[in-house]
C-alpha cells in the first residue's frame, strides 16, 4: 500500500498492490495497518455506501455537521472518477485548500476524508460505482453542500463534460456564503480526541460519537 499526504490537512490517498492472473485481480482497498500508519488510528466503519453515475454526474460538495461529524473513505470500484476533497474547517491551517484524485478500477486509489472536510466526485464514464466507508449513520439533517461549482474554491474540473447535479447541489451555497451563514464546521471541532490510556490500539472517540 502507497500512501501520500493530500494538500488538505487530515486527507491521504492510498494505493494499494493489485493481485492478477488468468482469473481475475484481487485488491484490498482499505487496510488496516497502512491506514493507522498513516491517520494515527483505526477507521470506525459504521455504514458503508454504493453509488452508480452516467457520466457527467457530479455529486457533492457534501459534508456532515461536525458534531458530530463523519469521516468516509472512498474508492472506485468500476469505471472513473474525479475526486475532489476541499477543506472547509474554519482556522484549519489548509482552509480553502483542496486535491484531486484520479480514481478507476484499474488502481483501485482510495481517498480517506476526515471530519470536516467537503467531498464530491465527477463521474469520468457510464456506470462509475463508488464505494464508501463512513465512520456513522446518515441523518438527512446533518448533511450540506457547498456549490462544487464556486469559482472561489477553483476546482479545475474537466470542460469537456457535460455536469449533471442534484437539485440540492445545483441550489448550494458558494463557500464565502456558508462561511457568514455558520454552515461550516470550526477546525477544533474535527480534531480527533487523544487515545484512552491503555488501548493504543483503539480507534479515538470523537464529541458526538
Known amino acids: 500500500m502507497r500512501t501520500r499526504e493530500l494538500a488538505v490537512a487530515g486527507g491521504f490517498e492510498f494505493t494499494p ?3 492478477s492472473d488468468h482469473r481475475g485481480l ?3 482497498p482499505l487496510q488496516d ?14 455504514q458503508t455506501n454504493h453509488s452508480r453515475s452516467a457520466r457527467g454526474v457530479l455529486r457533492g460538495l457534501h459534508f456532515t455537521a461536525t458534531p458530530p461529524g463523519q469521516a468516509k473513505y472512498v474508492y472506485c470500484a468500476r469505471g472513473q472518477a474525479l475526486d475532489a476533497v476541499v477543506d472547509i474547517r474554519v482556522g484549519s491551517p489548509t482552509f480553502g485548500q483542496w486535491d484531486l484524485v484520479k480514481m478507476d478500477s484499474e488502481s483501485f486509489r482510495a481517498v480517506y ?3 470536516g472536510l467537503a467531498h464530491a466526485f465527477l463521474a469520468l464514464e457510464d456506470d462509475t460505482v463508488m464505494s464508501y466507508l463512513v465512520s456513522s449513520a446518515y441523518q438527512a439533517e446533518l448533511e450540506h453542500a457547498i456549490d462544487p461549482l464556486d469559482p472561489a474554491i477553483g476546482l479545475p474540473w474537466p470542460h469537456e463534460v457535460e455536469f449533471r447535479l442534484s437539485a440540492r447541489d445545483t441550489i448550494a451555497p458558494r463557500l464565502a456564503e456558508a462561511e457568514a451563514k455558520g454552515m461550516l464546521p470550526m477546525y477544533a471541532d474535527c480534531l480527533p480526541a487523544a487515545e484512552p490510556p491503555g488501548h493504543p490500539d483503539r480507534p479515538a472517540v470523537r464529541s458526538g460519537d
Open 17 to 19: 498492490d493489485i493481485h
Open 26 to 28: 484481487f485488491v484490498s
Open 33 to 46: 495497518e497502512a491506514f493507522v500508519a498513516a491517520v494515527g488510528h483505526r477507521f470506525p466503519v459504521a
Open 113 to 115: 476524508i476526515p471530519d
